[in-house]
Structure formats: structure tokens, C-alpha cells
């Protein structure tokens, strides 16, 4: 089988095969996969009291993370991210009502 000398840089970024080889010139190639994650998060919370019958609160969170999934063969990776803000405000009034 003759093989351009050009090619052979590009032809070498693929895997050996690792496992059986076939009668008919396929062979099983298994590699270890990794995928590297960072995660974020964190939360935080305040609370007031305005007077005896009034308060209020608010809170904040943070989710964030990436992760670097190979694709097939390994020469390259998808690189994803995401995550969510949330922020809560509450006020809450105490209040009775006479007649």
C-alpha cells in the first residue's frame, strides 16, 4: 500500500490499534478518556430586620462550571460551559387588623 510522504504527518495524529486485528484490515482501537470539569458555586444570604413588623431578606447564587469532552480518536475537544444566577429579594410586613 503506498502512502503520500505529505500525508503521514496527519496519518500518525490518529490512535494504533490497541486491541484485535481484523481479517479484513480493521482493527479495535480503545484509548483512556478524561473529562477535566471546574465547577463554581456559591451562595450567600442577608437579613434585615426593619422594625418589629417589617423585614427583609435577599439571597444570591452562583452555579458556573466548564467541562473539555475529546472527541473520537482524541486529536480534539469540545470545550463547554454554562451555569446560573439567581437572586431572591423578600420582604415580609406583620400587620393586624381591629374593628
Not at 477535566?36 to 427583609?56: I, Q, V
Not at 435577599?58 to 466548564?66: A, E, K, L, N, S
Given at each position: 500500500?503506498f502512502?503520500?510522504?505529505?500525508?503521514?504527518?496527519?496519518?500518525?495524529l490518529?490512535?494504533?490499534?490497541?486491541?484485535?486485528?481484523?481479517?479484513?484490515?480493521?482493527?479495535?482501537?480503545?484509548?483512556?478518556?478524561?473529562?477535566?470539569?471546574?465547577?463554581?458555586?456559591?451562595?450567600?444570604?442577608?437579613?434585615?430586620?426593619?422594625?418589629?413588623?417589617?423585614?427583609?431578606?435577599?439571597?444570591?447564587?452562583?452555579?458556573?462550571?466548564t467541562?473539555?469532552?475529546?472527541?473520537?480518536?482524541?486529536?480534539?475537544?469540545?470545550?463547554?460551559?454554562?451555569?446560573?444566577?439567581?437572586?431572591?429579594?423578600?420582604?415580609?410586613?406583620?400587620?393586624?387588623?381591629?374593628?
Amino acid at each position: 500500500m503506498f502512502v503520500n510522504p505529505l500525508s503521514v504527518p496527519y496519518l500518525n495524529l490518529y490512535p494504533v490499534p490497541t486491541g484485535r486485528v481484523f481479517p479484513d484490515g480493521t482493527a479495535q482501537a480503545s484509548i483512556d478518556v478524561s473529562i477535566p470539569t471546574n465547577e463554581d458555586y456559591g451562595m450567600a444570604r442577608m437579613d434585615f430586620r426593619l422594625s418589629d413588623k417589617d423585614s427583609f431578606y435577599w439571597r444570591y447564587m452562583v452555579d458556573t462550571g466548564t467541562s473539555s469532552f475529546p472527541r473520537p480518536g482524541a486529536i480534539t475537544a469540545d470545550l463547554e460551559g454554562g451555569g446560573y444566577h439567581f437572586v431572591v429579594l423578600s420582604e415580609s410586613t406583620f400587620f393586624r387588623l381591629t374593628r
